[in-house]
């Protein structure tokens, strides 16, 4: 023990030590001040007033009037207590007994996270909790209330005969959460009751008990665990008892797995027993559900990865009959060391089974060999040269083939390739920025004809023709398709680029084919022998500031075929955010054309006060989508949300629906949620 003071006192007859004036003891990691300080040799305690506070290890400060401890300071009675927690919360009674320096038991306490007013610090906080004892047990990390009130603003509002809620050194702890509660036009009132089960240090897991007055009652179960080599997780819910008769739900589980350095395991698990059933419980709006499994190995300069891929369509228009099963899909990698003129091989290999109850069958072989020289011109231009062959083998069933019959058997195709890439940067270097004017040309080459009817055309059926696959030795996204015959791709790119970081960039480009071969789809914007002219815009001086323009129009005409903006702007004390979207529909596509725009705007307002809008508009249409609005207000112990939403949207058994909620979060307690749809 450790004792300091400005003034020492020692009665040898009765065995008192007095110290006064900045008294400190210090015992282990425990720390006392008093502004007098008695010990008693033949007790053992240590009596403390004036200005008395005990520092816990832990960092929780305890204060009193007048404090009674023993010497090893565990043990204490203190009059008119004050704690103040780790996270700044408080409790005051007007007495208190601690016992073995983990249990104090106090009497007519309160609590509350609330920061006292500074010009008045006798009003009552915004919320606090009153009881006639308290105990916090720092063993079991509890804080226990008996015959509680909740007052708010001073004015009691809720009792409870009991309650406890985990002390601030607690992260997880098992027990009911908050609940919630509201309603719709569809499902009525809702009502959820969640319990949380802290399992272990690795895994928990939460269990919500679901009751709905129009659509049946369930639950929704979520388990998460990680491992010494990966982590898992999985939500699920179940619902029924509605008016249909039948049971719904849906599942959505993931898995990561690190089996060495070399090798990873995974899984995606994404399925739903009704299209509908997602959206109208609240659990997203996704338009098709993808499960995988799969294997992966990185080593060196190789990649090898193993697939399996089964998909759930939800729109009106999917047809489960035609939906693939993808078993297996098998990805091998490689890029060689360089070699003795600077270049380096490379080879892609993929192998594919695709299944279906209903439709074409397809088995695909493809392997492709390539080498590139990288090097640099006496210019100062840079040069890429590609050498490449296509060698892809199929067997497909039931083939359906444009004006002919369905196909059934074997094809194929070789397809070699070369390519050369040009660039030429010039650079101009300021005290503040720099200037980048960069030239490009890609000449290509390969034969004409390499896409045969009776090549299923599985992963290539969109095409997306902009600025990121300009230069792209195969404009089509996938392997089915190859880009044939002779082709020139140019642009230019500037850009000025700031020291501090900001920049701002431009890019101009189109492709010239001398031969179409009716390749590309019409509405692609490849279908002519000069492409469209491709452009993209971006802004970025600083961190309040980032829009990026793409677009696309006709080299004849210049009429738009795709625009999209997309905005990031502002400070906290006002930022808005946008996406516009217009794209042509392309002949032939799953898609077709469509315009819209996606905003919002939020603003700090100020230091308690925050607001946003949000809304979904469909430009074709002429018609909103979806609308929202947010008013937040957060303090130091209190989270009041009010939140307002319209979708305007209909698919089947889904109609267009209003809902306003009101969220309450009383920090350090819990949630309490209520909603009214209409």
Same mark, same amino acid.
């Given at each position: ?120 610090p006798t009003r009552p906080p915004l919320w606090q909790v009153k009881a006639v004892k308290i105990v916090h047990d720092a063993d079991t990390k509890t804080i226990e209330y008996r015959d509680a009130w909740l007052e708010v ?7 409870? %005969? +009991?309650?406890?809620?985990?002390? $601030? ?7 009911? *959460? @908050?609940?919630?509660?509201? #309603? &719709? ?8 009751? %969640? +319990?949380?089960?802290?399992?272990? $240090? ?7 008990? *679901? @009751?709905?007055?129009?659509? #049946? &009652? ?30 719904? #739900? ?31 419980? #609240? ?396």
């Amino acid at each position: 023990m450790q004792l300091s003071a400005d003034e020492m006192r020692y009665d040898q007859e009765q065995g008192l030590v007095t110290a006064s004036g900045n008294v400190e003891i210090i015992h282990g990691q425990r720390r006392l001040r008093a502004n007098t300080v008695t010990y008693n040799q033949k007790t053992d305690i240590v009596s403390a007033t004036g200005n008395v506070s005990l520092t816990e290890p832990g960092g929780e400060r305890i204060f009193g009037d007048r404090m009674e401890i023993t010497g090893d300071l565990r043990d204490a009675t203190i009059e008119a207590i004050g704690i103040i927690m780790t996270d700044r919360s408080r409790i005051a009674a007007a007495g208190a007994r601690r016992s073995a320096g983990v249990v104090t038991e106090m009497r007519q306490g309160v609590y509350s996270p609330c920061e006292l007013c500074k010009t008045d610090p006798t009003r009552p906080p915004l919320w606090q909790v009153k009881a006639v004892k308290i105990v916090h047990d720092a063993d079991t990390k509890t804080i226990e209330y008996r015959d509680a009130w909740l007052e708010v603003f001073g004015v009691p509002v809720a009792y409870t %005969p +009991y309650f406890s809620h985990p002390d $601030p050194t607690v992260k997880r702890k098992s027990g009911f *959460l @908050a609940p919630s509660f509201g #309603g &719709s036009s569809d499902l009525g009132f809702v009502g959820k009751v %969640p +319990y949380y089960f802290n399992i272990s $240090p690795s895994q928990d897991a939460t269990v919500t008990a *679901l @009751a709905t007055a129009e659509a #049946g &009652s369930g639950g929704i179960g979520e388990y998460r665990q990680r491992f010494s080599n990966g982590r898992l997780e999985a939500t699920g819910s179940l619902v029924g008892g509605d008016s249909e008769k039948e049971v719904r #739900g849906h599942i959505d589980a993931k898995g990561r797995f690190d089996l060495d350095d070399t090798w990873r395991l995974g899984f995606d698990v994404n399925r739903t027993t009704d299209d509908t059933y997602l959206r109208r419980y #609240g659990f997203g709006s996704p338009n098709s559900l993808n499960s995988r499994l799969f294997s992966e190995g990185f080593r060196k300069r190789n990649y090898f990865a193993v697939n399996a891929y089964a998909f759930q369509g939800l729109r009106a228009t999917d047809d489960p009959g035609l939906e693939p099963l993808v078993l297996p899909m098998v990805d091998f990698n490689h890029v060689g060391e360089t070699d003795r003129f600077g270049g380096e091989t490379v080879l892609d290999v993929n192998l594919l089974a695709i299944t279906r109850t209903d439709g074409s069958d397809t088995r695909r072989l493809s392997i492709r060999p390539g080498w590139r020289l990288p090097f640099i011109g006496p210019l100062g231009d840079a040069y890429k040269v590609s050498l490449s062959l296509n060698g892809d083998f199929y067997h497909v069933d039931e083939l359906e083939r444009e004006g002919k019959t369905k196909f059934t058997g074997a094809s194929g195709r070789v397809v070699p390739q070369v390519m050369v890439d040009w660039r030429y940067p010039f650079v101009k270097a300021g005290a503040t920025f720099n200037h980048i004017v960069e030239p490009i040309a890609v000449v290509a080459y390969s034969p004409n004809g390499g896409n045969s009817l009776n090549i299923p055309n599985e992963d290539s059926r969109e095409i997306e023709f902009d600025d990121t696959n300009l230069f792209s030795s195969n404009k089509f996204s996938g392997i089915d398709r190859v880009e044939g015959g002779a082709r020139v791709n140019y642009g230019v790119k500037w850009g000025v680029y700031g020291k501090g970081g900001g920049s701002t960039s431009f890019f101009v480009g189109q492709s010239y084919r001398p031969r179409s071969d009716g390749t590309f789809a019409t509405g692609t914007g490849l279908e002519e022998n000069f492409s469209d002219i491709v452009g993209r815009v971006r802004i970025s001086p600083g961190p309040y500031l980032n829009l990026v323009y793409r677009t696309r129009f006709d080299a004849d005409n210049l009429t738009q075929k795709r625009n999209e903006v997309a905005l990031a702007a502002g400070v906290p004390a006002l930022s808005v955010s946008a996406n516009y979207l217009f794209i042509v529909g392309q002949q032939d596509s799953e898609f077709g054309g469509r315009e819209e725009i996606v905003y919002s705007a939020s603003s700090r307002l100020n230091r308690f006060w925050r607001i946003a809008f949000s809304g979904v508009n469909d430009l074709v249409a002429n018609e909103t989508r979806a609308v929202g609005a947010q008013l937040i207000y957060e303090n130091e112990c209190i989270v009041l949300t009010t939140d307002a939403r319209r979708t305007f949207f209909e698919d089947r058994d889904l109609k267009p629906s209003d809902q306003i909620s009101f969220h309450v979060v009383l920090k350090t307690l819990g949630e309490v949620r209520t909603g009214i749809s209409p």
